[in-house]
T-cell receptor, first 113, second 114 residues
């Protein structure tokens, strides 16, 4: 009963390093999302994928790229990490019907020095 | 500009009493509202939702009330239990077909004291 699985759980990077955050869901959901959560800012959408093969920008896409590798997997890449990208990153997925909730992974805590 | 506002950052309630968490929104296009609960080091967990065609939805100890004219919703937890201590997020979505994007409030931290 895994749901949404994110790896890694923790990571420390140096400024300028690159990294890919992985997300996989086993609920056969069409839509997947990447959020970041910062103190006092709530959850902000970075990118989302409405279906396999499509991706769209969310509220704060700058500095990130995404890949919807297949229906199960949606990765988030930081090409050149910056201290402003220190955050907790959450992946979520949602079924096809409109009024269904998003289901979240447990997050990746990323620190950039 | 916060479209979804949770004006109380924290709330403390005695076990067995009612917890009332409030949420206000500004966008009249929102037609679907959700509450999520979040424990430390975990992802948000869906709690309950309500469509704008309803004014109340109940699930066990949890009830959400929607007042569209006031652009206000509230989550009632009765009776409150210590395990309910968590951060509660209100989220809202405009009518966007099958791929709804959510707009989130900043959360209210609920402490239920034994």
């Amino acid at each position: 009963n895994a749901g949404v699985t994110q790896t890694p759980k923790f990571q420390v990077l140096k400024t300028g390093q690159s990294m890919t955050l992985q997300c996989a869901q086993d609920m056969n959901h069409n839509s997947m999302y990447w959020y970041r959560q910062d103190p006092g800012m709530g959850l902000r959408l970075i990118y989302y994928s409405a279906s396999e093969g499509t991706t769209d920008k969310g509220e704060v896409p700058n500095g990130y790229n995404v890949s919807r590798l297949n229906k199960r997997e949606f990765s988030l890449r930081l090409e050149s990490a910056a201290p402003s990208q220190t955050s907790v990153y959450f992946c979520a997925s949602k079924g096809r019907q409109g009024n269904q909730p998003q289901h979240f992974g447990d997050g990746t805590r990323l620190s950039i020095l | 500009d916060q479209q979804v506002k949770q004006n109380s950052p924290s709330l403390s309630v005695q076990e067995g009493r009612i917890s009332i968490l409030n949420c206000d929104y500004t966008n009249s296009m929102f037609d679907y509202f959700l509450w999520y609960k979040k424990y430390p080091a975990e992802g948000p967990t869906f709690l309950i939702s309500i469509s704008s065609i309803k004014d109340k939805n109940e699930d066990g100890r949890f009830t959400v009330f929607l007042n569209k004219s006031a652009k206000h919703l509230s989550l009632h937890i009765v009776p409150s239990q210590p395990g309910d201590s968590a951060v509660y997020f209100c989220a809202a979505s405009p009518n966007a077909g099958n791929n709804r994007k959510l707009i989130w409030g900043l959360g209210t931290s609920l402490a239920v004291n034994p």
